[in-house]
């Protein structure tokens, strides 16, 4: 399903235009009056027409119609898209993790995260920020989640890029997240090109039963791994039934699979990504089944002769002035205090249970070190701190810190200091 199904067509704002041209015609305070008209009249992101999609010849590697390619026929959009460079707000440097939050030093030791892990700050920062980490990236399929020129190259020649050398297929990438990611080529419809997303979620798609735009940032936006033997980028689901944390641990428990070894403690642990899509869409969500993430982190947005388009600047909908005036104004009268709130709450309980899983994680080490501990003793208390520690980073890494789904952040984080007091009173 399209989502450019549910929408009015272009034809209908090129008359709003028109209006807005007449007032222009006459007196300034009329453009203003028109504009503030068309401001509270277009609020929704899926209430803006869709424009006509001209023919462009793709000038990108493999076929890939890059942004400049789209730059003449969309220029708002494209000036929208290039605002995603602006970094204002980081200008002091980005948060380093591993020195706000000292124990991932420790949870995550044996992997590249424990010395280096940097805020991300934006799409048009994807391959300037794998350029410059320093966590270890031999294979291509790192690049799974930065460019479209990797996912085209995938679509070109197959699953087996993955397991190219990394050096190698960086050097033939020059895009970073773009219009091919969300659009393929068709600008203004939604398609879905990664190929782990398509073989996960274009059925559920195309029977109405997943929102498309939430696939489409689910294309990064995710918890995914790759394959121990073919490299391959994959989803641990193949339905959203599937995606569920207790159900993505039952998964990766199942097939045996773990991202490293914590060396200290012998416990092969499965390191989460960022699992924004199944926060968001997942059981508990408060607002899943009326906005999608395009309604909250893209908005509308007015050009200078007031006609509406979508804004591809990806921001907190905190900073999104028309978004709150409008959208949210109806129930919410002080959301980022509200914001606020649950992410002091979760942030403030990650760090006690982190707190527990670096506890657990010495009396580990020192029992090892002691050998008085069978073997079977051991595992007994690993495989409680390897889920501990799941349900602790599923919540850890997404984006949110809580807002997305403060219920299933709540219980995600009660199972994990749960599971650690269970292993810590083992010795
Ligand atoms: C092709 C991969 C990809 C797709 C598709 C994608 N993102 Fe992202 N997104 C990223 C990466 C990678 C980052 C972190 C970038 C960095 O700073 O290095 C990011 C960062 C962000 C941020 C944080 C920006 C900031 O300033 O901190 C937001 C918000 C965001 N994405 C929203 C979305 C939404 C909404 C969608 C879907 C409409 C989407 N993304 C689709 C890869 C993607
Ligand atoms: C990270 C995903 C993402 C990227 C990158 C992206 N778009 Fe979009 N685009 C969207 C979403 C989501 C919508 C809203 C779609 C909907 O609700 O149907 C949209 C809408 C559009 C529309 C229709 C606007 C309307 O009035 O409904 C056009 C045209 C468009 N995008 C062009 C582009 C171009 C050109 C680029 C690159 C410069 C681009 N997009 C990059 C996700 C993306
Ligand atoms: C109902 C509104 C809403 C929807 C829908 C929504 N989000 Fe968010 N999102 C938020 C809020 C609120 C925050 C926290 C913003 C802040 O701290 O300023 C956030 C934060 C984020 C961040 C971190 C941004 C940053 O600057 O660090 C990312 C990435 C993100 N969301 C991606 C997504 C994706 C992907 C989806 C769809 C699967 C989605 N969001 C759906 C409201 C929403
Ligand atoms: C029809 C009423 C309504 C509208 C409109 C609305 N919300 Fe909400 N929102 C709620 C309710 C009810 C809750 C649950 C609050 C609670 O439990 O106290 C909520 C909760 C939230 C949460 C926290 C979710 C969580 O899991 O705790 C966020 C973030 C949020 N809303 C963002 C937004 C944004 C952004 C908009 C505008 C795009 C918006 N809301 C529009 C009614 C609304």
Known sequence: MSTSANKKFWGNVACAAALVAVFAGSMASQVAQANAKAYAAVTSVKDVPVPNVPKVTPTGANGVATAADWSKAYPDIYASHMANADNTGHEGGRIKYTEQDPDIQTLYQGMGFSFDYTEAIGHAYTLQDIAETTRPHKLANCLTCKTPDLTALVNAQGTGVYAMDFEEVMAQMSETVSCYNCHGNTPGTIVIESDYMKNAM?????????????????????????????????????????????????????????????????????????????????????HAGTFNCADCHMGVAYNAKGVPYVSHEFTSPLDNQHLLDTTCAACHSDLAGMVKGIQDEITGRETEISALLVELNAKLAAAVEAGEMSEAELDAIRALDRDAQFYWDFVYVENSEGAHNSALARECLDKAEALANEALAKF
């Not at 559920?204 to 791994?225: K, L, P």
């Not at 339905?239 to 045996?256: F, H, K, Q, R």
């Open 202 to 286: 274009q059925d559920e798609i195309d029977a109405g039963t997943m929102d498309a735009v939430n696939v489409s940032c689910g294309q990064c936006h995710i918890e995914y791994y790759f394959d121990p033997d073919t490299k391959a980028t994959l989803t641990p689901y193949g339905t959203p039934e599937e995606m569920s944390p207790d159900a993505i641990l039952a998964y990766y428990n199942g097939m045996g699979f773990s991202d490293y070894t914590n060396e200290n403690s012998g416990v092969q642990q499965i390191k989460v990504q960022h699992p924004e899509f199944e926060t968001y869409t997942g059981a508990g969500s408060v």
